[in-house]
């Protein structure tokens, strides 16, 4: 960890700062350059990287770079193992009032913007898992097919449809689930648990592209240099250690359940490329709607040559050195 500490007699609030944005904007990169600068802890926000195993497809930082600056909340699952946003509030929180103790300031990146929502509002007291219930929501899924089962959750509850992407099974049917037994999917019912009842300062910061074009061809370089590195021959080896884990959450994560439906002979290899990549642009566009519909995100663009300066110079005056 960076030795530095705030000085906690002048600074008593210490913040909590967010680092949000699409994906391929360079979040983590900033934030291991911000961690060089200023007495900050990292924590991923990520429901891909808490899973063992799962590196290349998540852009995980390296091992060595990780043992230089430690995230807290990467490879704490094995990919069989569910791993919710209310186990990630805990977690997270738990490591937040940690780094607060010893006089350092949490700093909270990522993608996974749900995550980030129930880390500051908190998350609705849902009813429980209803096992026969979602027995009999599958089996409609097999009959009408998962597209047809996600079109009746948009009729139902359009709010919540659209925090929910079409191929998200689980949550398509975690929501239905909770609308038929309480008329609705928590969306009006009141949150409990997050930041933002509490007392603690959250500076929540979001990282762009403003140029459109330039995302999509970093996603594209991206995902040819994980190619590189050897996605498809790390998604084959989860695929033999754990031959279940196909519709498991860990597996949700964009570009695994391509790379599985290949690996399988269910697509060719030109289609898992197309699929991938149209996957990452749809998943940047959600991540980019979400951000703009949540109030409070201090946004800053990642093709301005000098951002590095601009959010430092906003975290001098927010009191974070």
Request: proline share 6%; with cysteine.
């Given at each position: 960890?960076?030795?530095?500490?705030?000085?906690v007699?002048?600074?008593?609030n210490?913040?909590?700062?967010?680092?949000?944005?699409?994906t391929?904007c360079?979040?983590?990169?900033l934030a291991?350059?911000?961690?060089?600068?200023f007495?900050?802890?990292?924590v991923?926000?990520?429901?891909?990287?808490?899973?063992?195993?799962?590196d290349?497809?998540t852009a995980?930082?390296?091992?060595?770079?990780?043992?230089?600056?430690?995230?807290g909340?990467?490879?704490i699952r094995d990919?069989?193992?569910?791993?919710?946003?209310?186990d990630?509030?805990?977690?997270?929180?738990?490591?937040i009032?940690?780094?607060?103790?010893?006089?350092?300031?949490?700093?909270?990146?990522?993608?996974?913007?749900?995550?980030?929502?129930?880390?500051f509002?908190?998350?609705?007291?849902?009813p429980?898992?209803?096992?026969?219930?979602?027995?009999?929501?599958?089996e409609e899924?097999?009959?009408?097919?998962?597209?047809?089962?996600y079109?009746r959750?948009?009729?139902?509850?359009?709010?919540?449809?659209?925090?929910?992407?079409?191929?998200?099974?689980q949550r398509?049917l975690?929501?239905?689930e909770i609308?038929?037994?309480?008329?609705?999917?928590?969306?009006?019912t009141?949150?409990?648990g997050g930041?933002?009842?509490?007392?603690?300062?959250?500076?929540k910061l979001?990282?762009?592209?403003?140029?459109?074009?330039?995302?999509?061809?970093r996603?594209?370089?991206?995902?040819?240099?994980m190619?590189?590195?050897?996605?498809?021959?790390e998604?084959?080896g989860?695929?033999?250690?754990?031959?279940?884990?196909?519709?498991?959450p860990?597996?949700?994560?964009?570009?695994?359940?391509?790379?599985?439906r290949?690996?399988q002979?269910?697509?060719?290899?030109r289609?898992?490329?197309?699929?991938?990549?149209?996957?990452?642009?749809?998943?940047?566009?959600?991540?980019?709607?979400?951000?703009?519909?949540?109030?409070?995100?201090?946004w800053?663009?990642?093709?301005n040559?000098?951002?590095?300066?601009?959010?430092?110079?906003f975290l001098?005056?927010?009191?974070?050195?």
């Open positions: 960890m960076n030795p530095k500490n705030v000085n007699a002048a600074a008593p210490l913040p909590v700062i967010f680092l949000a944005g699409t391929a360079g979040k983590t990169d291991l350059r911000l961690a060089r600068e007495p900050f802890d990292l991923s926000v990520d429901s891909g990287q808490v899973y063992r195993g799962m290349i497809g995980k930082p390296a091992p060595a770079v990780l043992e230089k600056t430690p995230h909340l990467i490879d990919v069989e193992e569910p791993y919710s946003a209310a990630f509030r805990t977690d997270a929180q738990r490591l009032s940690d780094s607060r103790r010893r006089g350092r300031i949490p700093l909270c990146v990522g993608g996974t913007l749900f995550y980030f929502s129930a880390l509002y908190g998350l609705s007291d849902l429980p898992a209803d096992a026969l219930l979602r027995a009999t929501l599958e899924a097999r009959a009408v097919g998962w597209p047809g089962l079109e959750l948009h009729r139902l509850a359009p709010d919540a449809a659209r925090h929910i992407a079409p191929e998200d099974r398509i975690r929501a239905l609308h038929m037994h309480s008329g609705s999917v928590g969306e009006e009141a949150r409990i930041l933002a009842g509490s007392n603690v300062r959250v500076l979001c990282l762009f592209l403003s140029n459109r074009a330039v995302l999509h061809e996603i594209s370089q991206r995902f040819k240099s190619l590189g590195q050897g996605f498809l021959e998604v084959e989860l695929k033999s250690a754990f031959p279940k884990a196909r519709q498991t860990a597996m949700r994560s964009v570009g695994y359940q391509q790379a599985w290949f690996l002979g269910e697509t060719s290899r289609q898992f490329e197309e699929d991938v990549q149209t996957a990452t642009r749809r998943l940047a566009k959600r991540q980019l709607t979400w951000l703009r519909n949540e109030p409070g995100w201090i800053f663009d990642a093709l040559p000098r951002v590095f300066e601009g959010i430092s110079r001098d005056a927010a009191g974070c050195r």
